[in-house]
């Protein structure tokens, strides 16, 4: 059969249509947007994995691949594959990551010191170790971004700072090589192991042979040798000690899930934790203790190549771990759900085009606590002048009567634009139909298949229509979604300000971002100079 391309792995078949696996990739290619069949081979069978991804119902010999909203590195039965999507390419995923967390970072989590002693803490080990701090280390490691960490290590392996150190030892009289004033002293004052000076000596003629009951057997001699033992050092095993400690601990966090994204992260972990092994253990730093404060006076940690670089990255290394809530960092780098990463990044491009019209946020509120640590999740708000706020799943309930009310149900939209003339809701969401499909055509949610150019699903405008007729004060509700067409249903005269639609905000497009800068900068004026504009809720609800 043409109609079908396999991909075969130690123990399975991976089955599905034509153009859906690419095999000559390195690794193969598959698609979230796609289901395939998955048999036995030689024998075996095939069980439920890949956190759900993989299916099997019971008494089938055969299972149920799709992947959904997952994007990225995967291993199926010891194969390593790469999971794409037909909404989103690789570049564009990453990118949106990458913008995702820039924005994360400026989130206040917890407390932070003074700019001028952030650095000047204790270097010991603490519980704020996440995957972006994980990504430093990986990172480093590899040569990428600001932090060369194996150019820097090869540098101070090779020609480690030194310091000279005292030594002491205890030599017979006749071993002893130099002389010093610790020397002078031993020879008059040590009580024990004299030797009686002979009259026929060479040295019976000198003033050591006054000394009282002759000379001493032994000796203690001092003299200056070079130790690598020194605070830039310790700083540097300290260091990789802490590094050590946030691959590890990602190590053992990906050992104990199940998702499509775990095993690839595992083994990179591993990877990550040999080459700072390496370093940690080689002869220059192998005995050194960790050091508990910095060493904040030192020139060669300033200066000196190598030692200046490893103290870039614990400057990098501390402040994304501090700022970063954990459980947001496994959400954003380890588990690669698009759809979720597209509601938090359309939330922070919400926040940069209102940022843009009134300028940064007076107050930015912390991610909401949860028992893992924190997520972006229900009432996070962006407060700007002008009595407008931003805010990320917001609930709207019959119980918050003359606030956020629901006259029917509780609902909880994605992203709240709050003005004093209305409100404005934009839903997020991650799929489109090809443009052929009408609102009212009866078409299968399920296909994602891309369109070159293409729309917002019709269950998705339904539901604006819910948004705008439940939720109080609501004037516009619009579809964000990763398609091609504008589409808007004004409800009266009053053109962007009231009604339903969808607008398309793709990742590096600059034309769908000047689009959506432009709308907010329409809302938000007329809001704020025209409140009777919008019309109060009716009593009947």
């Not at 696996?21 to 048999?39: F, G, K």
């Not at 990789?240 to 690839?264: E, S, Y």
């Not at 893992?372 to 700007?384: D, M, V």
Request: glycine share 8%.
């Amino acid at each position: 059969m043409n109609d079908v391309v396999r991909l075969e792995t130690n123990h399975l078949e991976v089955v599905g249509p034509s153009g859906t696996i690419n095999r000559s990739s390195d690794p193969p290619v598959l698609y979230a947007e796609e289901t395939y069949v998955v048999h036995p081979r030689a024998g075996g069978d095939v069980r439920p994995g890949l956190g759900g991804t993989l299916t099997v119902r019971p008494g089938a010999l055969e299972g149920r691949l799709r992947f959904g909203n997952f994007v990225g590195l995967a291993e199926l039965d010891g194969c390593v594959v790469r999971v794409d999507s037909r909404r989103i390419s690789v570049p564009d995923a990453d990118r949106m990551i990458e913008e995702l967390v820039a924005a994360v970072h400026g989130l206040p989590s917890r407390a932070l010191p003074p700019t001028g002693t952030s650095f000047d803490r204790p270097l010991v080990r603490a519980d704020d170790i996440d995957l972006l701090a994980y990504l430093v280390v990986r990172d480093a490691v590899r040569g990428h971004g600001p932090h060369d960490l194996t150019a820097a290590m090869a540098r101070i392996l090779a020609r480690p700072h030194e310091q000279l150190a005292d030594e002491h030892t205890d030599r017979p009289i006749w071993a002893a090589d130099r002389i010093d004033a610790h020397t002078l002293i031993e020879l008059a004052s040590r009580p024990v192991e004299r030797i009686p000076v002979p009259l026929d000596s060479s040295l019976a003629r000198s003033p050591i042979a006054l000394l009282p009951g002759g000379v001493p057997a032994r000796v203690r001699v001092g003299r200056s040798i070079p130790t690598t033992n020194t605070l830039e050092n310790r700083f540097v095993a300290t260091v990789l000690d802490r590094c050590l400690g946030i691959v590890r601990g990602v190590f053992a966090h990906a050992a104990r899930h199940g998702h499509p994204a775990m095993t690839a992260l595992q083994a990179e972990a591993a990877q990550v934790a040999a080459a700072l092994e390496h370093w940690r253990f080689h002869r220059v730093l192998e005995d050194l203790q960790p050091l508990r404060r910095l060493p904040t006076t030192s020139t060669v940690l300033r200066g000196r190549p190598g030692y200046r670089d490893v103290l870039s990255l614990y400057a990098d290394l501390l402040g994304r771990t501090l700022i970063v809530p954990p459980s947001a960092s496994i959400r954003i780098v380890g588990l690669r759900d698009i759809a979720t990463l597209y509601e938090w990044w359309c939330y922070f491009q919400v926040v940069a085009a209102v940022s843009e019209k009134l300028g940064p946020p007076l107050h930015m509120d912390p991610a909401a606590p949860t028992w893992q640590g924190a997520e972006l999740r229900y009432g996070l708000t962006a407060q700007f002048p002008e009595n407008v706020r931003v805010e990320l799943n917001r609930s709207f309930s019959r119980s918050q009567a003359g606030k956020h009310r629901s006259y029917s149900v509780t609902l909880r939209p994605d992203i709240l634009v709050e003005t004093p003339g209305g409100r404005h809701i934009f839903d997020a969401k991650f799929a489109f139909e090809p443009l052929q499909s009408s609102l009212g055509d009866d078409v299968d949610e399920e296909n994602d298949d891309e369109s070159l150019t293409s729309r917002a699903w019709r269950a998705h405008i339904h539901k604006m229509h819910t948004y705008r007729d439940a939720l109080d004060q609501v004037a516009s509700v619009r579809v964000l979604y990763p398609g091609t067409t504008h589409d808007w249903y004004p409800a009266g005269p009053h053109g962007a300000r009231q009604g339903v639609g969808s607008l398309p905000l793709r990742v590096g497009s600059a034309t769908d971002s000047s689009a959506l800068h432009s709308l907010l900068d329409e809302l938000i004026p007329s809001a704020a100079t025209a409140p009777g504009d919008v019309q109060p809720p009716s009593e009947d609800r």
